[in-house]
C-alpha cells in the first residue's frame, strides 16, 4: 500500500493513498482503527470487493452506508459499487430474445435458402361491391367510429344496408306519450 503523509491544517490525521484494488486484511484493520480514532477513513475513498474500483466515500454517504452495513468494518469488505452490482445482475439474466432471434436469423441466412414469396401487386386497390362488403362485415365492423361514438347504434353509417355484422343496430324511436 502506497502511503503519502499530507497534514492538513487544523487536523492531525494522515492522509492514505490506496491503489485501486480491494483491500487486504491489515488494510481494512488500519482503516477501522482510523476511523474509530477520527470519525472517517483515512483519504476519501474505498474499493470495491468485487473490482476494485475506487468510490468517495464522505459525509452523509459515509454515515448512511455504515449504517447500512452495520459498521465500518463491514462496509470495507463487503462493498461493492454500483458498476459490479450491475455486471452482476447482467451476468445472471438469461439471453435475451434478441439475441436468440438474431442468431436464428444468422443461421437461416447462412443456409442460402430460396423463399417462394409471393409478388406483390402494385396496382391502386378495386373498389368493393355490395357482396364484398357484406362478406367482410361478417366479423369486422368498416365504421366503428360511427358504432362507438352513437351509443353502440348505427346510425348515419353509410354501410348499414349492406352490413351483415351481428351488432348491426339502429337506435329506437322513443315513442311520445
Same mark, same amino acid.
Given at each position: #500500500?502506497?502511503?503519502?503523509?499530507?497534514?492538513?491544517?487544523?487536523?492531525?490525521?494522515?492522509?492514505?493513498?490506496?491503489?485501486?484494488?480491494?483491500?487486504? !486484511?491489515?488494510?481494512?484493520?488500519?482503516?477501522? &482503527?482510523?476511523?474509530?480514532?477520527?470519525?472517517?477513513?483515512?483519504?476519501?475513498?474505498?474499493?470495491?470487493? #468485487?473490482?476494485?474500483?475506487?468510490?468517495?466515500?464522505?459525509?452523509?454517504?459515509?454515515?448512511?452506508?455504515?449504517?447500512?452495513?452495520?459498521?465500518?468494518?463491514?462496509?470495507? &469488505?463487503?462493498?461493492?459499487? @454500483?458498476?459490479?452490482?450491475?455486471?452482476?445482475?447482467?451476468?445472471?439474466?438469461?439471453?435475451?430474445?434478441?439475441?436468440? @432471434? @438474431? !442468431?436464428?436469423?444468422?443461421?437461416?441466412?447462412? !443456409?442460402?435458402?430460396?423463399?417462394?414469396?409471393?409478388? #406483390?401487386? #402494385? !396496382?391502386?386497390?378495386?373498389?368493393?361491391?355490395?357482396?364484398?362488403?357484406?362478406?367482410?362485415?361478417?366479423?369486422?365492423?368498416? &365504421?366503428?367510429?360511427?358504432?362507438?361514438?352513437?351509443? &353502440?347504434?348505427?346510425?348515419?353509417?353509410?354501410?348499414?344496408?349492406?352490413?351483415?355484422?351481428?351488432?348491426?343496430?339502429?337506435?329506437?324511436?322513443?315513442?311520445?306519450?
Amino acid at each position: #500500500m502506497a502511503k503519502t503523509t499530507v497534514k492538513k491544517k487544523g487536523k492531525k490525521s494522515t492522509k492514505i493513498k490506496i491503489e485501486a484494488k480491494p483491500l487486504t !486484511e491489515e488494510q481494512i484493520q488500519e482503516f477501522v &482503527r482510523h476511523y474509530n480514532e477520527h470519525g472517517s477513513f483515512p483519504g476519501s475513498k474505498i474499493p470495491c470487493n #468485487m473490482t476494485g474500483k475506487l468510490t468517495t466515500c464522505v459525509g452523509p454517504w459515509m454515515v448512511k452506508k455504515i449504517k447500512e452495513f452495520g459498521g465500518p468494518e463491514n462496509l470495507l &469488505r463487503k462493498y461493492k459499487c @454500483r458498476g459490479a452490482i450491475k455486471a452482476k445482475k447482467e451476468a445472471l439474466k438469461p439471453k435475451s430474445q434478441n439475441k436468440k @432471434r @438474431r !442468431e436464428m436469423f444468422k443461421s437461416l441466412k447462412d !443456409e442460402n435458402k430460396n423463399w417462394d414469396l409471393p409478388k #406483390m401487386t #402494385m !396496382e391502386p386497390p378495386k373498389p368493393m361491391t355490395d357482396v364484398d362488403i357484406a362478406e367482410c362485415t361478417k366479423t369486422v365492423c368498416f &365504421r366503428p367510429d360511427i358504432f362507438l361514438n352513437n351509443d &353502440r347504434y348505427c346510425d348515419g353509417c353509410e354501410f348499414y344496408s349492406v352490413c351483415s355484422n351481428a351488432h348491426k343496430c339502429l337506435k329506437p324511436i322513443k315513442k311520445k306519450k
